[in-house]
């Protein structure tokens, strides 16, 4: 019913800049929070920024002062703009949506398939 499909992730030397783009298409009433998580080799992903639907904006501590999340409501899409990478953002970065579908009452949870973001020292 619903699809978030991600894009702009690649390989950035250390200090450079990547930005994130996550559109969501289907059968779509409303988007609540979105947000991007992240996954590094061997560890558990975690959570890297949401943004609610009236622009409320929450971040990682390790994104605080170089990714910032955006979003457009008409266009159903979140940004992440990632500055000043380091090596140690390598991982894989995944969309997420809480979507109220035609017909539906409650919020349910979709993610996006992830891209890669590699970042080189």
């Known amino acids: 019913q619903v699809e978030l499909v991600e894009s702009g992730g690649g390989l950035v030397q250390a200090g450079g800049s990547l930005r994130l783009s996550c559109a969501a298409s289907g059968s779509i009433l409303s988007i609540n929070v979105m947000g991007w998580y992240r996954q590094a080799p061997g560890k558990q992903r975690e959570m890297v920024a949401i943004?609610?639907?009236?622009?409320?904006?929450n971040y990682a501590d390790s994104a605080k002062g170089r990714f910032t999340i955006s979003r457009d409501n008409f266009k159903n899409t979140v940004y992440l703009q990632m500055n000043s990478l380091k090596p140690e953002d390598t991982a894989v970065y995944f969309c997420?949506?809480?979507?109220?579908?035609?017909?539906?009452?409650?919020?349910?949870?979709?993610w996006g398939q992830g891209t890669q973001v590699t970042v080189s020292s």
């Open positions: 943004i609610s639907s009236g622009g409320s904006t």
């Open positions: 997420r949506a809480d979507v109220i579908v035609f017909g539906g009452v409650s919020p349910g949870h979709y």
